[in-house]
């Protein structure tokens, strides 16, 4: 662990590698687990105004849940998230003629009808941060379900680091980030 301004930083994403490999795990990380995607405050107040214009790329079963439940939930300790289909989906997947899982915000981004690309958890992913009073902290989150993501990184040499560097600069900004550069090229 090192730290960074207000941050601990995991040596791990620096030392480890990662490349999401969609075609493997078909997006496994959107509808696996037991909870939807990890909201900052700012962020549900975008998911809840964004929505009219993310309906259309949502599946029926999305904006079902979505409209009994709200644009996100508030957890029973308190956390903000994106709501689930049947306890397993993300609300906002979608998927491809691949069967792949997609992010109804990300398709509504990319084709230009939403200037915000989607929550910073799921960007940020294989990196977690946690919060805390005084500090931020950096770490990989290793789930087996990204093992093939790993393997491509690992043959394609890049960095978790490197392959979440838009998302840092997103949730940390463009300094913090070339200061994260300097501490990988002396480790």
Known sequence: MFQLGKTIVSEDIIEKDFMCNLSACKGAC????????PLEPDEAKILKDIYPK??????????????????????????LETPLINGADCAYVVFDEKNVALCAIEEAYNQGEVSWKKPVSC??????????????????????????ACTLGEALQIPIYKFVKEALIRKFGEDWYLELEKVAQNL
Request: proline residues 3%; glycine residues 8%; contains cysteine.
């Open 30 to 37: 959107c509808i696996d687990g037991d909870a939807g995607a």
């Open 54 to 79: 993310v309906k259309p790329f949502l599946r029926q079963e999305g904006i079902d849940v979505i409209e009994s439940q709200g644009a996100y939930i508030i957890t029973d300790d308190g956390e």
């Open 123 to 148: 960007h940020l992913y294989p990196v977690r941060v946690q919060d805390y009073s005084e500090f931020s902290a950096v770490n990989y989150h290793k789930w087996q379900i990204c093992d093939d």
